[in-house]
């Protein structure tokens, strides 16, 4: 089992849908865990940083960490066609490496 | 500007060179670390560093090379004995101790012709 599991789409949804983009992790160790997203040939952007369980909110954006069924969520609402791109999930323990999801194609359709 | 610079961009090389590929951050970070994307294989560790003077291995780490000389600057040397060294390299740098969260570069693309 790897260590971080994120489905790689394509998902594709109508402008102004809620989106769900989920990764599930085996290491019971991990307590940092981010979303990142990537536009084409760029480097990934800091979208959102959670510490242990529990909920985040940034504009459009929330973060979910589920520390006991080790699944981490990001709902992205009324989504807009700028926010297509590859999506990836992040997680580390204290003073550890940080691992990465392998990231899921988003397309929102106008 | 704060902020983590890579250079070159872009990078070509004959086969059987090695080349290095820049990484510099101004954001006082302990923390650094080098990825490397492919297609369809998300972000995968070639190295990273906690504290200057000290780095360790990631997953991939046969056929680079670095070194932690200063806290500012994280250098991946690409060897020949890596098989097949064309990728888009990331790198990354993070406080460090309870901050993990990490600021990535613009990358480089590298191709071995």
């Known amino acids: 089992q790897k260590e971080v599991e994120q489905d790689p789409g394509p998902l594709s949804v109508p402008e102004g849908a809620i989106v769900s983009l989920n990764c599930t992790y085996s290491n019971s160790a991990f307590q940092y865990f981010m979303w990142y997203r990537q536009y084409s040939r760029k480097g990934p952007e800091l979208l959102m940083y959670?510490?242990?369980?529990g909920n985040k909110e940034d504009g459009r954006f929330t973060a979910q960490v589920d520390k006991s069924s080790k699944y981490i969520s990001l709902f992205i609402r009324d989504s807009q066609p700028s926010d297509s791109a590859t999506y990836l999930c992040?997680?580390?323990?204290?003073?550890?490496?940080?691992?990465f999801g392998k990231g899921t194609r988003l397309h929102i359709l106008p | 500007d704060g902020g983590i610079t890579q250079s070159p961009k872009y990078l070509f090389r004959k086969e059987g060179q090695n080349v290095t590929l820049s990484c510099e951050q101004n954001l006082n970070h302990d923390a650094m670390y080098w990825y490397r994307q492919d297609p369809g294989q998300g972000l995968r560790l070639i190295y990273y560093?906690?504290?200057?003077?000290?780095?360790q291995k990631g997953d991939i780490a046969e056929g680079y090379s670095v070194s932690r000389e200063k806290k500012e600057s994280f250098p991946l040397t690409v060897t020949s004995a890596q098989k097949n060294p064309t990728a888009f390299y990331l790198c990354?740098?993070?406080?460090?101790?309870?901050?993990?969260?990490?600021?990535f570069g613009q990358g480089t693309r590298l191709t071995v012709v």
């Open positions: 959670t510490y242990s369980s």
């Open positions: 990354a740098s993070s406080i460090g101790r309870d901050r993990a969260e990490a600021f």
């Open positions: 560093s906690q504290i200057v003077n000290d780095f």
């Open positions: 992040a997680m580390s323990a204290r003073d550890d490496k940080i691992i």
